[in-house]
Every structure is written in structure tokens, then in C-alpha cells.
């Protein structure tokens, strides 16, 4: 037992796992300094949230991402912004999440304090908090691992009329900046690749840009974050949904060269490579300037681009008018074969 | 790729996982067949629970156990009757779940599917249903693996006054049935130990037998699930954050022959086993027969007893009372070395 007692200051055993003492030492040594607050300092087997007013929404997300640290962000970040992303876009701000981390024995208390460390960042950022939370170990595999999954609870903005049955041809698809930003830097860094100008993850609390928009008074119909499977799985399925078609503007896609091309040399389809800070919303037509101008004068939409427009061709489809004057259908992908994006 | 079009409809494949064509396809014709309610049908980025009154209670847990599936439950009910638990011991009823599910490329989904038919059996148990939920998939290792992370909405009861500041000498701890039962059986199938009695998790939502004990009238002061770390860290626990002193009876507690053997021939102390279905009760002494009645009536409680008594020693320890007399003191596990009980 003592290569236990003599490192389980440095790196992650599996009694930190079991529920005693050093279980305890764990959550007070590093997980407390990090994302306390009076919810998470009862150590309670939950968080008392008290009486929430207005309809509440809820969701929940794993991530699984390699490596745990990129350019822009890390697991951490990835698990705030996800959660607090898909709430946003259900037109919810978020009241209070849950963080549930599974570690392998081995991992570094060092990466565990920057990763605590970063999802404090982010939930400050997102004006939320970590309410309750759970820790497991697991053995040692490859090395260093984490899973993090996170729940979020948030209420509903009142105003908020989202609903694909009020989406007419003539709306507009406007998106915040890049697309592909997230999936092209995991990729790369697992390549190896090395570019002039740096790719990072776009990963981002969007809840303020999309109370921005919301409050705007732009009649806005639909929003998604178009995470796993890109924008073009995010589009059929909204397709699908809706039983419009749409088109979309090869032309007006923001995509930096740096993100274009590196998914040339991998010979990927940025429409089908996962986003984390990026938001579709279809708006009315006559809105989609002043929606642009709201989005744009936010630090989070400063390149935000009208993409494209919903027609009424049938069946529902979503085409792509090509740069180079042709058309072509957007597939829906059948499944990325690489995984731990996010 | 002819193995992945080939194997996908018989195990979890990569793409299964990324957020395209075959991840719906593993939604609709997996999850929801087993999961689906109004609520989680939506297949929205978050399951809209409108309003709800009185005061909301969260909380999360993650789940590793190995193996999956053994005698009295699976990951499945495990994961469900956890967070279930976590918020009928703070005194809340489900309102919702949250189920995200991490699982490894090549797990059969005949495994899958009885996994997903348990989870919606405990739900029903338990009155609640899974409102969201996520699935992620990761690369195969050493075979089939699954984590699961449940998060829980609920609502406290009003009647509760639940706080551990009530409690004087005096008051009584009541259990509501044999201890160690679930961290026994997860070791004896681990270990390919038989005995003539089976032993079996005793895995079980404690939200119906807690709600008739709540509103018994019964002088109710803290309530706790003793999972991992198992009673002896509960009541560690407790004797801190009460600053009073616990005197256990030894020959109270409730043990099966099967599970005493188990532990005998493991070499641990049934005192710091997981369970995963049982509640300790700290409750006043001139309620304490009433409320032995009130869990006695119910089918989760048959066995239930009186364990022991809060008392004045200072400073505040967990003593147990032998049966062959003596007196020890009952310390706070170190953390257990056996991962993935739960």
C-alpha cells in the first residue's frame, strides 16, 4: 500500500473512488477550491435549487473527447458549453448544472485542477454554476482518460416562440462565424498537423448571444447547435422536420482557409464536422438583416453569415448552390467513423 | 467498411455514435422502443418539463460497475435507482431523469436493449421517467463496457425537515433492511464465488417507502443512502456534521448468513459495503417503533431495524457494540481498492 499513500498527491488512485476518506480529501482539496459555491460546498447527495418560476428545461451530455486538452479549450470547457448550448438553444438560460467525472487511475491531480479550473471559466462565463456533482475512478487503460458528463437545468425565455411548424420559404438560415472549427482542431492535433495560423475550437457559451437575439424582437423560428455531425446533419434533420427544403450558399459558408485547408488534407466535409460555440437559427426574411446586426455586434457572432434560405422544392432537401455554379444534395452523414470529437 | 455495414444492426459500431445517419437509427429503433415517453420522444436538444411547484432538488452520479449485468440488477437499474435515491434521501420525488450512455464499440445490442428495458422497468418502479439523454460511443478495449450517468430533477416534500441539527442523544438510526448486499454480490460474481443461499444486489428505488415514511408524522431528522464507503462512512459522515456521537449494535444489523460468509471469506467488514438500496433514518426515539412499523409494512422495508443511538460522547466517533460484549470504534474507510462496485 505505499506506492498509494506516497502518490496519491500527485495523480489519481483508485481509492479516490471509494467513498472514504481520500474520496473526501479529493473533493476538498481539489474540487471545492475550484467550483464551490453554496449549492456544491453541502457535499449533499443533491442541490437544493429552491423554487424555480417558468418552464424548465432540461438536458444532459457525455463527452468523451482525446486529447482531454486542444487549442481552445479542453473536456472541461467542451461539457460547460455543451450543456449550457443545448439549453440555449431550446431558448433556455441556464439556472444550474451537474458534473459527473469517471477518471483513470494515473491521471494527473495537475490536469484534473486545469480542468476544474476550466470549467469554473466557462460556467462564469455562462453565468451558471456547478450545483452537484459525482467522481468515479476507473482502472488504468492507455493512460490519462476522463469522461465528463454534465446536466443542466435552465428556465425558458418567455418571448421565445421556437417552433419548426412557423417556418414559411423565404426564411433565412443565418449561423454565428465558422463552421468546423471544433472538429478540424481535434483532428488535427491527433494528425499531428501544423499550420501557419493556428485552428482552435470555437467552443463557447452561447447563451448570451442567443439571449441577444431573442430579446431583439426578430422573429426567430428555429435554433440548433450543429455539434456532432456538423451543420449538415443539423440541416437534414431540420429538413426533415420542418418538410421544407433548404438551400444553402456554398459561397456564404465562413470557413477560415486555415479550417479549409486542413479538412481538404483529410479529405473531410466541413459540413459534416462538429461545431462547439456555433448556432443555426432560421429567422423570418424580413428579420435576417437586423438579426445579422444583433449577432455581429456580439463578441461571440462577429462573423456571423446569412447561409442560406428555406424553399419550398420537394421532397424536403437540403442543396448546396456551389461556388462553382452547380448544386448538389447534402447527405445526411451515415456516422463519423472518428471518434472522441467531443 | 463491409464490416461496419454488416455488424451495426448486432453490436455498437464507431458510428454509432457520430451524430449521423446510424446514431438516429440507434435512437429510434433501441431507445425509444424501450425509453420513450412524450418527453424524450421529442429527440429535442432538451426535454421541456414546464412548470413545476415547490422546491427543486438536483443531483448526478455516474456509474462503472463491472459487470454489467448481476444477480438483482444491471447498470441499468443501478444508475436509475441512484439518482432516484439521492433525491428521496433529501426528502424530493422524481420529477425526470437524465440518462447519457458512454459504450464501447463491439457491446452486443442485445446487451444494449436489456440494459434500456431495465432502466424503463426501474423508472416505472420509481414513477419517473428519462426525459433526455445522450450516446456517445468509445473504442473497444478489453470488451464490452458500458458507463452510464443518470442526473434527477425532484421536488422536495413540504413536510420534510430534514437537518441534521435536530438531532439529540437519544434519537434512534434505523435501516431499512440487510446491509452490504449489493458490494457483496458485485465481488462474489467477480470472484466465481457459489453459495447455497444466491446473494443479490438489493438495488431498488427508496422514493415510495421514503414518501411513507415522511408522511407517517414520524419525527424524521436525516436521511442517507449508504452506497459507496457503504454504513460506516455514512454515519462518519453524519457523526461529523452533527457533532454527536453514534453507538451501533452489532447485533442489530441486519446480515444475511450468505453475505457474513462473503465477507468473511473476502476479508471485509460488511460495515463499509456498497448498498443500493437502502436508507439509514435517523429519527426521534419516541418515534422510532412507529416509523420500524411504517417501513416494516412496506416491501422494501420487511427487514427493516433499529441499529443504534445517537449519544453525547465526545468527541464525535461511530462506536459499535459487539456482540461478544466489547466496544470499538468504527473508522472512516480509507477508500476502497475494489473499483467499479457501482
Redesign the interface.
Known amino acids: 500500500m505505499p506506492s498509494i499513500k506516497q502518490s496519491h498527491t500527485q495523480q489519481i488512485?483508485?481509492?479516490?473512488?471509494?467513498?472514504?476518506?481520500?474520496?473526501?480529501s479529493l473533493i476538498r482539496t481539489h474540487v471545492l477550491p475550484k467550483l464551490g459555491n453554496p449549492w456544491l460546498d453541502k457535499l449533499?447527495?443533491?442541490?437544493?435549487?429552491?423554487?424555480?418560476?417558468?418552464?424548465?428545461?432540461?438536458?444532459?451530455?457525455?463527452?468523451?473527447v482525446t486529447p482531454l486538452e486542444f487549442p481552445g479549450g479542453d473536456i472541461g470547457r467542451l461539457a460547460v458549453c455543451g450543456t449550457v448550448?443545448?439549453?440555449a438553444?431550446?431558448g433556455?438560460d441556464p439556472v444550474?448544472l451537474?458534473?459527473?467525472?469517471?477518471v483513470e487511475?494515473g491521471t494527473a491531480l495537475s490536469l484534473v485542477d486545469r480542468i476544474l479550473e476550466s470549467v469554473r471559466r466557462a460556467a462564469d462565463e455562462a453565468g451558471t454554476r456547478v450545483?452537484?456533482?459525482?467522481?468515479?475512478?476507473?482502472?488504468r487503460?492507455e493512460g490519462s482518460g476522463m469522461?465528463l458528463?454534465t446536466?443542466?437545468?435552465?428556465v425558458?425565455c418567455e418571448s421565445a416562440d421556437l417552433d419548426t411548424k412557423r417556418i414559411v420559404p423565404g426564411d433565412r438560415l443565418v449561423i454565428n462565424g465558422g463552421i468546423a472549427e471544433h472538429g478540424m482542431t481535434i483532428m488535427s492535433v491527433r494528425e499531428g498537423f501544423e499550420f501557419e495560423t493556428e485552428i482552435r475550437s470555437d467552443a463557447a457559451p452561447l447563451n448570451g448571444l442567443i439571449k441577444a437575439a431573442l430579446s431583439s424582437g426578430c422573429d426567430l423560428k428555429f435554433m440548433?447547435?450543429p455539434?456532432?455531425?456538423?451543420v449538415a446533419?443539423a440541416l437534414c434533420d431540420l429538413a426533415d422536420e420542418m418538410g421544407h427544403s433548404i438551400e444553402l450558399e456554398e459561397a456564404a459558408l465562413p470557413l477560415t482557409p486555415t479550417v479549409r485547408h486542413a479538412a481538404e488534407l483529410l479529405g473531410l466535409d466541413p459540413l459534416?464536422v462538429?461545431n462547439e460555440g456555433k448556432c443555426l437559427m432560421c429567422v423570418a426574411e424580413r428579420d435576417a438583416d437586423r438579426l445579422l446586426a444583433v449577432l455581429q455586434s456580439h463578441p461571440l457572432g462577429q462573423k456571423a453569415a446569412v447561409i442560406g434560405r428555406i424553399t419550398d422544392t420537394v421532397p424536403p432537401l437540403v442543396e448546396l448552390a456551389t461556388v462553382a455554379g452547380g448544386r448538389r444534395v447534402v447527405p445526411?452523414?451515415?456516422?463519423?467513423?472518428?471518434?472522441?470529437i467531443c
Open positions: 488512485v483508485l481509492a479516490h473512488g471509494g467513498g472514504g476518506e481520500l474520496m473526501q449533499d447527495d443533491g442541490a437544493v435549487l429552491g423554487r424555480i418560476s417558468g418552464d424548465i428545461v432540461f438536458t444532459t451530455d457525455a463527452f468523451v448550448n443545448d439549453l438553444v431550446m433556455a444550474a451537474s458534473l459527473a467525472i469517471v487511475e450545483a452537484t456533482g459525482d467522481t468515479k475512478v476507473i482502472e487503460r469522461i458528463t446536466a443542466g437545468i435552465g425558458r440548433r447547435d455539434t456532432r455531425g456538423g446533419t459534416t462538429a445526411r452523414p451515415y456516422g463519423e467513423e472518428l471518434p472522441r
